[in-house]
């Protein structure tokens, strides 16, 4: 499969439709949806906001890959860094070489995301890798910030609580289902795949479960990664 022409502005687009989906879901239910534990919805709507949070980060991840805005490296970066500021106040510039050392010493001592063991140790072993005090702060800062203009159980159910939830779909499906067990030594680069079923794997995690297809080929945004699975 070809890198994506410079031309191809298809990422573009894709991310600033995943960005304006979570943008203006956010504001819809902290302004206007009432909650209501009795009703579905409710909890449908923590589901999708926690869709679209796992999104922002794919798409960060994509710029890392120069594939948000293939050929154009500072509009690229400009994604990247918005995705993933939004994102718990992720610093792209941080993330940017911790992931490709993933990518270069993928499950060993070297890899970031990484560890021994089993779910609960090494999701806590990720958290430590990738969350910083100042992003804490700044969590805190604005959750104290948004309970002043909107309702206290909104802003829980809808901007913290799918935030903390992304973290646990993006590391289920992206780090710890692939990663973990032993690896054949003919597999180069440690990861296994789920099966092919495209309407799972976009839900579970944008197709990042065909994780041996990105390692494999890393140029594939995440939007075209279903074409690579066999």
């Known amino acids: 499969m070809a890198i994506a022409r410079k031309s191809d502005f298809r990422g573009v687009w894709i991310a600033a439709g995943i960005l304006v989906c979570w943008a203006g879901l956010l504001v819809y239910l902290l302004t206007t949806f009432t909650v209501n534990f009795t009703s579905p919805l409710t ?17 960060a991840h994509d710029a890392m890959h120069g594939v948000a ?20 106040y992720n610093w792209y510039p941080r993330l940017l070489p911790r992931h490709h050392q993933h990518h270069r010493h993928v499950a060993t001592e ?20 990738y969350i910083t005090w100042w992003q ?3 969590m805190a800062l604005t959750f104290n910030v948004l309970q002043l203009y909107f309702p206290l159980e909104n802003v829980v159910l809808f901007w913290m609580l799918p935030a903390i939830l992304a973290t ?30 495209h309407l799972w794997a976009f839900l579970s995690c ?8 990105h390692h494999d080929k890393p140029y594939i945004p995440w939007w075209q990664l279903y074409k690579t699975k066999i």
């Open 110 to 129: 070297h890899d970031p995301d990484y560890h021994h063991g089993s779910f609960w140790p090494w999701y806590l072993s990720f958290l430590r890798q």
């Open 69 to 88: 805005a293939p050929g154009r490296p500072k509009l690229n970066r400009l994604i990247g860094t918005i995705t993933a500021l939004l994102f718990a």
């Open 136 to 138: 804490l702060l700044l």
């Open 43 to 59: 909890y449908l709507f923590i589901l999708l906001q926690t869709h679209l949070y796992t999104g922002l980060f794919i798409t």
């Open 168 to 197: 646990f779909q993006l590391f289920y499906f992206g780090t710890y289902q692939p990663h973990r067990g032993e690896h054949p030594e003919e597999n180069p680069h440690k990861s296994t795949t789920q099966a092919k079923n």
């Open 206 to 213: 944008y197709f990042f479960g065909y994780h041996y297809e």
